[in-house]
Nanobody
Framework: VQLQASGGGLVQAGGSLRLSCAASGRTIGSYDMGWFRQAPGKEREFVAA????????YYADSVKGRFTISRDNAKNTVYLQMNSLKPEDTAVYYCAANGDSGSLTRSRYEYDYWGQGTQVTVSS
C-alpha cells in the first residue's frame, strides 16, 4: 500500500485545514487507518485512528473536539478535518495503515504502511 498525504499548509490560529491521505496499490477497505504527527525535536505522536469500517475511532486528548477523522473506502482515501487550530498543532502529519484490523490501536508500532508526511504550520 502506498499512501500520499496532502492538504497541509500555513494557517493562522483558529483556522482550519483538511488533510487527505490517498492510497494506491491496494484497497484500504480492510485496513485500520491512523494519523500521526511529529514536531521538530519530538517523537512521532498519535493523533487519530479509524477502524476499517469507520465504526470506531480514537483521538488524542489534545485534539479531541477539534479534529475529525473520516474515510471514504470507495475513494480509497482517509481525511483529517482540523478545526480551531493552535500553534502547538504545528508538525509534519503522517497517515498510516494497519493491516491487522483486529484491534484499533494508537501505537505507531502497529502500523505497517506510512505516507511521506505533509507540513502543517499554525501561526499565532
Amino acid at each position: 500500500v502506498q499512501l500520499q498525504a496532502s492538504g497541509g499548509g500555513l494557517v493562522q490560529a483558529g483556522g482550519s485545514l483538511r488533510l487527505s491521505c490517498a492510497a494506491s496499490g491496494r484497497t484500504i477497505g480492510s485496513y485500520d487507518m491512523g494519523w500521526f504527527r511529529q514536531a521538530p525535536g519530538k517523537e512521532r505522536e498519535f493523533v487519530a485512528a479509524i477502524s476499517w469500517s469507520g465504526g470506531r475511532y480514537y483521538y488524542a486528548d489534545s485534539v479531541k473536539g477539534r479534529f475529525t477523522i473520516s474515510r471514504d473506502n470507495a475513494k480509497n482515501t482517509v481525511y483529517l478535518q482540523m478545526n480551531s487550530l493552535k500553534p502547538e498543532d504545528t508538525a509534519v502529519y503522517y497517515c498510516a495503515a494497519n493491516g491487522d484490523s483486529g484491534s484499533l490501536t494508537r501505537s505507531r508500532y502497529e502500523y505497517d504502511y506510512w505516507g511521506q508526511g505533509t507540513q502543517v504550520t499554525v501561526s499565532s
